[in-house]
């Protein structure tokens, strides 16, 4: 009986010691191994980065275009026969005849010849009037020149004038303008003393000082 007994025991123990594992148990272990693969992957997989975002380069602002066409350093043109331009310039340069305070009898004929120079940078048109502009004009009427003068050029003019029938000094003014009527350039005289005891020279190289003017005289004839 005992020897019965000691066999019992040891194939007790036998069977004991085989592992039993449940099927649920084993499904579970093989989704937390594949859960744990994947999250392995994840973190080895490189992470697609975007690409940088190029920013446009600034649009430039064209020029604006000047009023009246005109593009950026190009000069106007000047006025011709129009209002007065800064380019036109009148310089006295010398009594050719009846200089100052020449005397002259009543009622005398003579000519009076400035020497004038083109102070400007622009030639004086065929056109453009010499013309009285104050004083007392002696008879003498408006010349108009007959050809250009170019820039820097010297000229004579001549004016055909008569004493009044007065005595004393007289004075008449004259003055250079476009062929519109836009006075430009210095202002010269003649001068005479009616009544003084001789005849006006016909011709002198005599130089006399005229005067420049500031503003506009009205025109005349």
């Known amino acids: 009986m005992i020897g019965a007994l000691l066999l019992s025991a040891c194939g007790a123990s036998e069977l004991d010691l085989t592992p039993t594992v449940a099927p649920d148990a084993?499904?579970?272990?093989?989704?937390?191994?594949?859960?744990?693969?994947?999250?392995?992957?994840?973190?080895?997989?490189?992470?697609?980065?975007?690409?940088?975002?190029?920013?446009?380069?600034?649009?430039?602002?064209?020029?604006?275009?000047?009023?009246?066409?005109?593009?950026?350093?190009?000069?106007a043109a000047p006025v011709t026969g129009g209002g007065t331009a800064s380019c036109y310039g009148l310089s006295f340069v010398s009594d050719v005849s009846i200089p100052d305070n020449t005397p002259v009898?009543?009622?005398?004929?003579?000519?009076?010849?400035?020497?004038?120079?083109?102070?400007?940078?622009?030639?004086?048109?065929?056109?453009?009037?010499?013309?009285?502009?104050?004083?007392?004009?002696?008879?003498?009427?408006?010349?108009?020149?007959p050809a250009s003068v170019a820039a820097g050029a010297v000229t004579d003019i001549s004016i055909a004038m008569t004493a009044p029938?007065?005595?004393?000094?007289?004075?008449?003014?004259?003055?250079?303008?476009?062929a519109g009527g836009q006075f430009f350039g210095d202002q010269v005289y003649v001068q005479v003393v009616v009544g003084g005891g001789g005849a006006a020279p016909t011709n002198t190289g005599t130089a006399a000082t005229e005067e420049p003017t500031a503003t506009d005289p009205p025109t005349g004839d």
Do not use: E, H, Y
Request: hydrophobic share 45%.
């Open 26 to 75: 084993i499904r579970t272990q093989a989704v937390a191994t594949f859960a744990a693969d994947l999250t392995v992957t994840a973190l080895v997989a490189p992470t697609n980065t975007p690409a940088a975002t190029i920013t446009p380069l600034a649009t430039f602002t064209p020029l604006a275009t000047l009023a009246g066409g005109v593009g950026l350093g190009t000069v």
């Open 105 to 145: 009898t009543p009622g005398q004929a003579f000519t009076k010849t400035w020497k004038v120079k083109n102070a400007g940078s622009c030639a004086w048109d065929a056109g453009f009037k010499f013309a009285f502009v104050t004083g007392d004009a002696l008879g003498g009427t408006t010349f108009t020149l």
């Open 165 to 178: 029938n007065k005595t004393g000094t007289i004075r008449g003014d004259w003055r250079m303008s476009t």
